[in-house]
């Protein structure tokens, strides 16, 4: 049977709008005057903390190198940690479904392109951090995020399968880039992140979800 792989924001839980806090966190405390508002802002905001301050820094005409944009991630962290579920919720159906996946001994792993740190602490507040005890990898886990395959494929290796046996479940293009270097198939989630904010289309998907609760659809037939 196969296994699961998942992506987390935008997949497991909706984020968006405590990344989107969080950044304009760091430009209100940096005395900047732009914010992340509306459809675009939140467009930026579900592309992560560093794409959230590359847009800052940009329309404020600050120039910027790599080691400015570490020093300004650290800080966009630091207000993240202040409203990390504020306003984060699972989407429907998740628990109800991880749960019914296990009991049917579907082995459950997570990749995020979020920090350990953080991904570890927001789903335990928001009680998923047990389904994903075998297999958690964050951004600096491996020392690579995706699309780069590794850290998917430690995912996968520390779940004890190999690429063929696993579902990667995502939202992004990052996602599927990921899926598709490591030799994955991809499962998108079309009520995610990605599609509603039209920055991806899951076009290489071997299976589309409406609901979360459509995985159960794909082991139906499984026991």
């Not at 009520?191 to 039209?198: E, F, L, Q, T, V």
Request: aromatic share 12%; proline share 2%; hydrophobic share 35%.
């Amino acid at each position: 049977m196969k296994a699961l792989v998942f992506d987390l924001d935008g997949t497991l839980v909706d984020t968006k709008y405590d990344m989107l806090d969080a950044g304009n966190l760091v430009f209100e405390n940096q005395g900047w005057k732009t914010r992340l508002e509306g459809f675009s802002g939140l467009q930026t905001a579900i592309q992560g903390g560093r794409a959230i301050l590359r847009y800052g820094l940009q329309k404020e005409g600050i120039t910027f190198n790599d080691k400015l944009l570490k020093d300004y991630y650290q800080l966009y962290l630091n207000n993240y940690d202040k409203v990390l579920d504020n306003k984060s919720r699972n989407y429907d159906g998740v628990v109800d479904t991880l749960s019914k996946l296990q009991l049917k001994g579907v082995k459950l792993g997570l990749c995020t392109n979020k920090p350990e740190k953080h991904a570890r602490e927001l789903l335990k507040r928001l009680g998923l951090i047990d389904f994903f005890k075998d297999s958690f990898i964050g951004s600096d886990t491996v020392g690579i995020a995706k699309p780069d395959p590794k850290p998917l494929l430690e995912a996968i290796y520390r779940l004890d399968k190999t690429p063929e046996d696993v579902f990667f479940v995502g939202d992004t293009n990052t996602d599927a880039n990921a899926a598709k270097n490591a030799n994955v198939d991809f499962i998108f989630c079309e009520y995610g992140h990605g599609r509603i904010y039209k920055l991806a289309k899951g076009e290489s998907a071997a299976f589309k979800l409406e609901n979360f609760a459509d995985l159960l659809n794909i082991y139906k037939d499984k026991s």
